[in-house]
């Protein structure tokens, strides 16, 4: 059990395009879900905690208007990388929690987007 | 944002030897969790732990949680080509819903 899926699992868009992400918990409802960014030989870093239903909360210096996020079930949020840049290519990682403050977190198996 | 340290930052060893890792944080926390990372792959969860004391094993992987609640162990026997990878701790504090994560450590294996 706890199986999270992320799609796609590798993107390529061009410079100012959008790009979705959709991270679906299979086996579980998640009333919370997290979306983090992962650099190059780095550890994750926490973009934005979304509840379902409710708006997202973002971590300090990740840019809302950019990345839209978009928890509309229990079991799928969805991360929109808006108007897209070279600096925004990125390994992104979501994880889902029954109960966040309480659960694990399960992890997705991340998306590579590549911006040209 | 804030980070737990991790330690050591990267080993390698040979096969089957046993490996251990710490992860320690100035803050308290409710919840230890430990995670491997494979490249390109996310964190897939290893053990969790949720008292202060606590003794944990999968396999030949076994992980405590600290007496102080600041610290947390990964202890890996008769390592194999397969451990190489990225372990990640992860603390939960009391309150709060957003796991800190560590720096990582990263093993490789010579076989």
């Known amino acids: 059990g706890a199986v999270v899926s992320q799609h796609p699992s590798r993107v390529i868009c061009k410079s100012g395009t959008s790009v979705k992400i959709e991270c679906r918990s299979l086996?579980?409802?998640?009333?919370?879900m997290f979306w983090y960014r992962q650099f190059p030989k780095q550890s994750l870093m926490l973009m934005a905690t979304?509840?379902?239903?409710?708006?997202?909360?973002?971590e300090q210096g990740v840019e809302k208007d950019k990345f839209l996020i978009n928890h509309a079930s229990l079991t799928l949020s969805t991360l929109t990388v808006t108007s897209a840049h070279p600096e925004d290519s990125s390994f992104y990682i979501c994880?889902?929690?029954?109960?966040?403050?309480?659960?694990?977190?399960?992890f997705g198996p991340g998306t590579r987007l590549t911006v040209l | 944002g804030q980070q737990l340290n991790q330690s050591p930052q990267s080993m390698f060893i040979q096969e089957g030897e046993d490996v251990s890792m710490n992860c320690t944080s100035s803050?308290?926390?409710?919840?230890w969790l430990w995670y491997k990372q494979d490249p390109g792959e996310g964190p897939v969860l290893l053990i969790a732990?949720?008292?202060?004391?606590e003794l944990t094993s999968n396999g030949r992987l076994t992980a405590q949680f600290g007496i102080t609640r600041k610290d947390s162990f990964l202890n890996i026997s008769a390592s194999i080509p397969s451990d190489v990878g990225i372990y990640f701790c992860?603390?939960?504090?009391?309150?709060?819903?957003?796991?800190?994560f560590g720096t990582g450590t990263r093993l490789k294996v010579l076989a």
């Open positions: 086996d579980f409802q998640a009333t919370t």
């Open positions: 994880s889902a929690s029954r109960d966040a403050g309480t659960d694990t977190q399960y």
């Open positions: 732990l949720y008292k202060a004391g």
């Open positions: 803050s308290i926390f409710n919840t």
């Open positions: 979304s509840n379902e239903g409710s708006k997202a909360t973002y």
């Open positions: 992860a603390g939960l504090a009391k309150g709060t819903y957003k796991y800190i």
